[in-house]
């Protein structure tokens, strides 16, 4: 257990979402009290009675978990401070927001909106506590093929998702700059392993491959982005909460999160076909979705997260791809890995 969160209360926000279940169960190995926020019927204590607006919940064990159902695309200001306070929450971390699948507004409503309630109602707090936004990768403009994207590349996202996501991380530095609340956004790269979501290019695969499929018809794979362990990302959330939040401020209130390295899809698609040892086609077909990001170059500078959280991803993309796999319910080989930056020689074909 990490002495430093030992026993403190942990506020997460999209508690039931691919990065919110991987950030709950990092901090409850820290040994924090974590309180799961997400939605659901009733709000229930851990023991399962029913809970009162405005009541003190202080009785959650150290390294255990509650769970709190709560919809936060409705939620008001004035909810979420009695939510915050009623658990005397000293971190809260924003896992919640609408991905690729959502609407316009349910990204606005989720990614955005509920942001700036949050941040509102941390301001309104007698004790601030710790608020760490996850933001993403996607807020940034364009790169190129030698780009090293920092914290301070020009903010230009090309999708709906990129633009509410930059929205929500404006308000958290905004509220550091402006109103003295103790916050920071994380900007996270693409993320892979356990329990990857069907929505997202690693999980899609990984179904497929589930589902036995021989042929795998997927959207152009020209892209090259930045792929980093979900648990990493979790990781970085606990370090995150540890950090004095004058060196949180004076960085700007921004940390990108990454692994600092670009990988071609099409790589990470053969590896997981490789680490399952079947033959598959790959038939690339029509574009994703409208709303998906175009660009095709991605590698983030984690330089400030290195140094300011004393961080950096520990996990191979070969582990990653072998542990989702794995919980999709895919068998998987021993493959080396010497493998994360070259699988174009896998069991991956292309259809005629």
Partial sequence: MNQALTGRPVLVLGASGHLGQHICAAFAAAGARVIRVSRGGPGRRHDGTKRTDGERHTDVPAGTTTTVHLDLATADCATLTRLCAGFEAQVIVNAAGAVWQGTEEQMTELNARLVGRLTEAVAALPQRPRLIQLGSAHEYGPAGPDD???????????????????????????????????????????????????????????????????????????????????????DAVVAAAQVPALA?????????????????????????????????????????????????????????????????????????????????????????????????????????
């Fill in 148 to 234: 090293l994207i920092d914290e301070d590349w020009p903010p230009a996202p090309e999708t709906t998702y990129g633009r509410t996501k930059l929205a929500g991380t404006r308000a958290v530095v905004r509220a550091v700059r402006e109103r003295a609340v103790d916050g920071v956004a994380l900007r996270v790269s693409v993320t892979c392993g356990p329990g990857a979501p069907r929505g997202s290019l690693p999980g899609t695969v990984a179904a497929h491959l589930a589902a036995g499929d021989d042929v795998l018809r997927l959207a152009p794979l020209r892209a090259h982005r930045d792929l980093v362990d979900v648990r990493d990302v979790a």
């Fill in 248 to 352: 949180l401020a004076e960085a700007g209130a921004i940390v990108n999160i990454g692994r600092g390295e670009s990988i071609p899809v099409r790589e990470l698609v053969d590896l997981m076909i490789t680490c399952s040892g079947r033959c598959v086609r790959v038939q690339e077909g029509q574009p994703a979705l409208a709303n998906r990001s175009d660009a095709l170059w991605q590698r983030l500078d984690i330089s400030r997260a290195r140094q300011l959280l004393s961080w950096a991803p520990r996990r191979t993309l070969t582990d990653s791809v072998r542990d989702l796999l794995t919980s999709a319910g895919v068998p998987v080989l021993g493959v080396a890995n010497d493998l994360d930056r070259g699988t174009a020689n896998g069991q991956g074909k292309d259809s005629p």
